[in-house]
């Protein structure tokens, strides 16, 4: 079964930072691009960032740029957020997202993890 | 605000056919045909149900259509369903700066 699965998230202080982490299984993960997709409390989902299979290609979304840094761990199938300079508006469940295509991104994301909520507060 | 424009709400009753629309630019739905379509429920993460503009992965119902034109892409369900309730987000490649954009998403309700 392809499955994500997300964990890192947690209450933490307007500036500070914090690790996510979104274990993959069930495919090869090398193959595909992954995906970091926020959704605020009651609003819609936002893109924060993307990796290329390889993991040499990163992209981020101007929100994010200069704070956030997207990584991967082919050995251990895992895909990381880290995030530094947390504010309040960063507030969100964080989902992980896989690329439907392997070795060329589609752009459209077919398996999604079950997202770790991040609370940015004093 | 989102990049892509869509409606917040639509409804219909079962059996009938919605559409709903994202309006975007040339630089996202109108120059590339990589426009995908995604279901969330309530405290539930998103599911795919179109992509590249027109094609259903496996297990999607054929109710479920997406088509495109010009720099407006559409998502209609057919045969309208009480479990079809949920919010609609479309979703575009942008190009290599922006990459990746979403719509602020569309609440569907089944009367």
């Known amino acids: 079964e392809v499955q994500l699965l997300e964990s890192g998230g947690g209450l933490v202080q307007p500036g500070g930072s914090l690790r996510l982490s979104c274990a993959a299984s069930g495919f090869t993960f090398r193959s595909h691009a992954m995906n970091w997709v926020r959704q605020a409390p009651g609003k819609g989902l936002e893109w924060v960032s993307g990796i290329s299979g390889s993991g040499v290609s990163t992209f981020y979304s101007d929100s994010v740029e200069g704070r956030f840094t997207i990584s991967r761990d082919k050995s251990k199938n895992t895909l990381y957020l880290l995030m530094i300079s947390l504010t309040a508006e960063d507030t969100a469940v964080y989902y992980c997202?896989?690329?439907?295509?392997?070795?060329?991104?589609?752009?459209?994301?077919?398996?999604w993890g079950q997202g770790t909520t991040v609370t940015v507060s004093s | 605000q989102s990049a892509l424009t869509q409606p917040a709400s639509v409804s219909g009753s079962p059996g009938q056919s919605i559409t709903i629309s994202c309006s975007g630019t040339?630089?996202?739905?109108?120059?590339?045909?990589?426009v995908s379509w995604y279901q969330q429920n309530p405290g539930k993460a998103p599911k795919l149900m179109i992509y590249e503009g027109t094609k259903r992965p496996s297990g999607v119902s054929s109710r479920f259509s997406g088509s495109k034109s010009g720099n407006t892409a559409s998502l209609t369900i057919s045969g309208l369903q009480a479990e079809d309730e949920a919010d609609y987000y479309c979703?575009?490649?942008?190009?290599?700066?922006?990459?990746?954009?979403f719509g602020g998403g569309t609440k569907l309700t089944v009367l």
């Open positions: 040339n630089n996202d739905v109108g120059g590339y045909n990589l």
């Open positions: 979703c575009s490649f942008a190009g290599s700066d922006t990459h990746v954009v």
């Open positions: 997202a896989k690329d439907l295509w392997d070795n060329i991104p589609s752009y459209a994301m077919d398996v």
